[in-house]
């Protein structure tokens, strides 16, 4: 299907086939979220129901199950959360923090439970896209409460640092941050929850993917030929630390002109393309450079929700449900189906 990316059949199963006189019921699992596809998929269900069964009557049921997935060994999943979805840059400058808020925004509006965590710690930027600047978490002194904006919950050192002050930390420092911001954040049960990575791939960024439980990562690059140098380390990196790639976003693909309607790739083209070819990844996205999403998230409502039926909103949203689809297909976890074994001296 054109919008996943990938057959239904490798993202999904039939649960129920019944029939009663002239009356067909299918039933069907999807492994994404997918309330923005219903009229299209029953169609297309009810098309290949009535091929198969000679039967003009089809009922469709169609219903969501986000599965939890593997990730890296010897590091288990949190309790409360069932995917971790690093979105990481090989560089700044790329639009990293845009895409990794649209793409939360977008599996939110198609359903799921999902939260953002900003990993950015030297350069915080979800406080302001999601209109949370000033904003301070409650804390029992322990935990601390995510805050909420357009239905999705958000942790960031933003909420708990003065916005004009640097932090001016060393790679261990950091490190502690997040951990504790992912750890000692009280997450309700999140399908997914999208952390917005620092850019680069120094100490800092492999640490962290060494010690967040990922079940996979999302590179965004532009087309330009430097980006795209920097972008291929960063996947080199999640590969070296077992962490699969889920794909390739090129962000600032094309500029469409407001007053003329001229399309031109300002940064280049295809490098996204035959980066993913290079690497036998997906390219799950290419989004435009418009000035709306900038002035979208400088105002606190993103795309995805400030204009949800735009061109951009539908490439985000687009993207987002192939990178689902992508992290479906992957293995998933069973660790949490096991009991904790405890050997004592008796």
């Known amino acids: 299907m054109p919008e996943i990316g990938h057959p239904l059949a490798a993202i999904g199963r039939v649960v129920k086939a019944e029939s009663s006189g002239d009356v067909v019921d299918i039933g069907v699992e999807l492994g994404i979220p997918a309330a923005g596809l219903m009229q299209a998929l029953e169609a297309h269900f009810e098309e290949i129901g009535r091929k198969i069964t000679g039967s003009d009557t089809i009922r469709i049921s169609i219903s969501s199950r986000i599965r939890a997935h593997g990730v890296q060994p010897n590091l288990k999943p949190l309790a409360n959360v069932s995917n971790i979805i690093a979105i990481a840059s090989g560089k700044g400058g790329v639009g990293k923090s845009t895409t990794a808020v649209n793409l939360a925004l977008a599996l939110a509006a198609d359903g799921a439970s999902v939260g953002i965590l ?3 710690i030297y350069g915080p ?13 409650l804390s029992d002194g322990k935990m601390m409460e995510p805050l909420k ?9 933003g909420f708990l640092v003065d ?21 000692q954040t009280a997450w309700s049960e999140l399908d997914y929850l999208i952390v917005d990575m620092p850019p680069g791939t120094g100490d800092i960024q492999l640490t962290l993917s060494q010690r967040v439980p990922v079940s996979g990562a999302v590179i965004v690059t532009t087309p330009q030929d430097i980006a795209l140098l920097d972008a291929r ?10 962490v699969p790639v889920l794909g390739i976003v090129e962000n ?12 031109a790739p300002l940064f280049g083209s295809g490098g996204g393309e035959q980066m993913s070819k290079d690497y036998d990844v997906e390219l799950l996205g290419q989004l435009p450079l418009e000035i709306a ?13 400030a204009d949800p039926d735009s061109a951009a909103a539908q ?6 449900r192939r990178m689902a689809a992508r992290l479906a297909m992957r293995g998933r976890d069973y660790s949490r189906k096991f009991p904790n074994i405890v050997v004592e001296d008796s």
């Open 125 to 137: 930027s979800q406080p302001l896209m999601l209109g949370l600047a000033g904003e301070q978490p």
């Open 149 to 157: 904006a357009h239905g999705v919950e958000v942790m960031s050192v």
């Open 293 to 305: 999403i900038r002035l979208q998230a400088d105002s606190g409502t993103p795309t995805v929700v």
């Open 163 to 183: 916005a004009e002050q640097p932090m001016v930390w060393r790679g261990p420092m950091v490190t502690q941050a997040l951990n504790q911001l992912l750890q």
């Open 315 to 320: 490439a985000y949203r687009r993207t987002a």
């Open 118 to 120: 900003d990993a950015d």
């Open 252 to 263: 600032m693909s094309t500029h469409i002109c407001s007053q003329c309607g001229h399309e």
């Open 233 to 242: 380390k960063g996947l080199q990196m999640f590969r070296k630390v077992s």
